[in-house]
């Protein structure tokens, strides 16, 4: 064979982990053998044995004190492991409301390198959504949310508030994820920052499976969620156009 063959990139799956002790070890047990290097979990104050019941898996265990909100725990996450040598870091929820068994698939266009972040979408085929129990109004404000954003950042994604997302490393060392919110605009704000990197973006078909065990956010909180990513988008212009400057977006 000529020339040097490429090293395997080295997988990491990392967990933002809230009272899920119910649905972690189902989650666990159906990813794809094989398919990632280790899996970190961070328990962000859970009431719940989430952490004994992850460390009985084998995973890698790391717990806040107390609950500190679903994007410092991604803080966390993200530290250990671009510390522990992670070529790609896949984010996945542990409460199944997302197929694990989609880990190869997300993370093969980072390996072809033809992607530089893979979001997992349950808008790109039609119908799978609703299908999966994905109620009306959600559904309809990740269209609206989803279509803001591309037209705003002049990307094309259909799933903006997807937390099944694949991250090579040069993006997380490369965008200023640690000045981003501790609690529900991380994802969001970080598609900001890739996109004015001008980094690839890729999307994955996946099926969602929306049960009572499923952590979501109520409706009063989406809409106090979707008026702080508005407000984001409007500091990013601001900021973009020398008007106001803030550490996350500059």
């Not at 899996?39 to 500190?68: C, F, M, P, Q, Y």
């Amino acid at each position: 064979m000529n020339g040097v063959d490429k090293k395997k990139p080295k997988v990491f799956i990392v967990m933002t982990a809230y009272n899920v002790a119910k649905t972690i070890e189902r989650t666990y047990r159906a990813i794809p053998s094989g398919s990632y290097d280790e899996i970190i979990v961070v328990d962000d104050g859970s009431s719940d044995n989430t952490a004994e019941v992850a460390w009985n898996l084998g995973l890698r265990v790391v717990s806040h004190e107390k609950n500190k909100g679903y994007g410092a725990t991604q803080k966390t996450l993200f530290e250990h492991a671009l510390k522990f040598g992670a070529d790609i870091v896949v984010l996945l929820h542990p409460d199944y409301q997302y197929d694990p068994g989609a880990v190869p698939a997300i993370v093969k266009p980072l390996a072809e390198d033809k992607a530089d972040v893979v979001y997992a979408s349950r808008m790109l085929v039609e119908g799978t959504a609703k299908q999966g129990g994905m109620p009306l109004w959600k559904r309809m404000g990740n269209k609206a949310l989803t279509g803001f954003f591309n037209t705003m950042l002049s990307i094309h994604i259909t799933d903006a508030a997807t937390g099944y997302i694949a991250y090579s490393r040069k993006v997380l060392e490369s965008i200023p994820w640690s000045y981003n919110d501790d609690r529900y605009c991380f994802d969001e704000q970080v598609i900001i920052q890739i996109a004015k990197k001008g980094f690839r973006i890729a999307e994955i078909p996946i099926p969602s499976n929306y049960e009572d065990k499923s952590t979501s956010i109520n409706f009063k909180k989406a809409v106090k969620y979707g008026a702080r990513l508005f407000g984001e988008m409007m500091i990013y212009k601001l900021n973009k156009a020398g008007l106001l400057e803030t550490k996350r977006f500059s």
